[in-house]
């Protein structure tokens, strides 16, 4: 079956950055592609990046939300068949659950099957 | 962006109930549009993609409807399990923006 496992609880400082890691398995990880969406508390989920499944040429795409480009990155390690995603300069406001999803998508955005989310708390 | 809204922001309803919650979107989006459930403390879970297809595994109670800008979700017969809160969310551009949820209780 299907499943996407992801790496523990955060804690960090304003400033510093943040790498959370999707352990995928169950299906073929190169086929998909991987999507980073966040829910801060009291808010609605927040779409913020995604890596596209391998492509053939240039190995993979990558896009991201306006709101955190130049902040966040997303990588995928075929190896492992693990994604990351990595969010540098963190705010207050980057306190949130941090959810990796499968994204069946050519172009990215529809979110079949997802992780079990990460908490990151951004605190002094 | 593309702005999504939905409505209600919450409905309170019986077991057996249709419940019906509607989604806007700021521009056209086609059927780019997707309905998830998300219970607290759960991941969420995609029901509905592509404005009317149900996703494999998930019970038939379960529907959509619409195209364009305006999209309808629907529960035939409301049931404890699905107390949750509903997104819609559009792919048809980035960013892949979601609405606000529609919280269902059972009242």
């Known amino acids: 079956q299907v499943q996407l496992v992801q790496s523990g609880a955060e804690v960090k400082k304003p400033g510093a950055s943040v790498k959370v890691s999707c352990k995928t398995s169950g299906y073929t990880f190169i086929s998909y592609g991987i999507s980073w969406v966040r829910q801060a508390p009291g808010q609605e989920l927040e779409w913020l990046g995604w890596?596209?499944?391998?492509?053939?040429?240039?190995?993979?795409?990558?896009n991201y939300a306006q709101k955190v480009r130049g902040r966040v990155t997303v990588t995928r390690d075929t190896s492992t068949s693990t994604a990351f995603m990595e969010l540098r300069s963190l705010r207050s406001d980057d306190t949130a659950v941090y959810y990796c999803?499968?994204?069946?998508?050519?172009?990215?955005?529809?979110?079949?099957?997802w992780g079990q989310g990460t908490l990151v708390t951004v605190s002094s | 962006d593309i702005q999504m809204t939905q409505s209600p922001s919450s409905l309170s309803a019986s077991v057996g109930d249709r419940v019906t919650i509607t989604c806007q979107a700021s521009q056209d989006i086609s059927n780019y549009l997707n309905w998830y459930q998300h219970k607290p403390g759960k991941a969420p879970k995609l029901l509905i993609y592509d404005a009317t297809n149900l996703e494999v595994g998930v019970p038939s109670r379960f529907s959509g409807s619409g195209s364009g800008s305006d999209f309808t979700f629907t529960i035939i017969s409301l049931q404890p399990e699905d107390i949750a809160t509903y997104y819609c969310q559009h792919y048809d551009n980035v960013p892949f923006t979601f609405g606000p949820g529609t919280k269902v209780d059972i009242k």
């Open positions: 890596i596209s499944a391998y492509n053939g040429h240039s190995n993979y795409n990558t």
């Open positions: 999803a499968r994204d069946s998508s050519s172009w990215g955005g529809r979110f079949d099957y």
